[in-house]
Antibody, heavy 118, light 107 residues
């Protein structure tokens, strides 16, 4: 059974940093592109970043480029999102999402809440 | 960036109704279109990919159609568990983009 479990969310002040983790199981992690998608309270879904299986290809949304860094540890079946220079508008639930071989998002984690507030 | 526009933004319907949600892309995306269902406080769930292919375990009352810029999601006979918010998403180009969502409520 595919499982994606996010952790690392919490309350942080504007300008602060946070590192999210996504522990995975039930599939060959290194074979899959992984993504972070976020959802601000009461709002829609926003794709944040994507990383290919061997970390060869990495893409970011313009809204986080230069501040967030996506990475992965295939030996530990884990995905990460390092978030620096956080802003109030980064407040959201962050979902870890697996991208199937046809490029669509087939499995989502339950999400972790990040709140940026003074 | 490719803009995805869903209509309507909200919809009231009754059990057994046939419901259609539309998604329009600002430029052609072939069939690289997915649909997701989200219930309050829950993660989105994959419904459909490649515009018309049902994800694993999704009931056959859900169907999808369209290509390039115009797509639809249809629920043939609404069931109680279908009341939720639905999102379309294009994965033809980065940045991947979502529609704003359609909230399906009970009439």
């Amino acid at each position: 059974e595919v499982q994606l479990v996010e952790s690392g969310g919490g309350l942080v002040k504007p300008g602060g940093s946070l590192r999210l983790s996504c522990a995975t199981s039930g599939f060959i992690f290194s074979d899959y592109t992984m993504n972070w998608v976020r959802q601000a309270p009461g709002r829609g879904l926003e794709w944040v970043a994507s990383i290919s299986g061997r970390s060869s290809y990495i893409y970011y949304a313009d809204s986080v480029k230069g501040r967030f860094t996506i990475s992965r540890d295939n030996a530990k079946d884990s995905l990460f999102l390092q978030m620096n220079s956080l802003r109030a508008e980064d407040t959201a639930v962050y979902f870890c999402v697996r991208e199937e071989f046809s490029d669509y998002f087939d499995f989502w984690g339950q999400g972790t809440l990040v709140t940026v507030s003074s | 960036d490719i803009q995805m526009t869903q209509s309507p933004s909200s919809l009231s319907a009754s059990l057994g109704d046939r419901v259609t949600i539309t998604c329009r892309a600002s430029q052609g995306i072939s069939n690289f279109l997915a649909w997701f269902q989200q219930k309050p406080g829950r993660a989105p769930k994959s419904l459909m990919y490649a515009a018309s292919t049902l994800a694993s375990g999704v009931p056959s009352r859900f169907s999808g159609s369209g290509s390039e810029t115009d797509f639809t999601l249809t629920i043939s006979s609404l069931q109680p568990e279908d009341f939720a918010t639905y999102y379309c998403q294009q994965y033809n180009n980065y940045p991947y983009t979502f529609g704003q969502g359609t909230k399906l409520e009970s009439k």
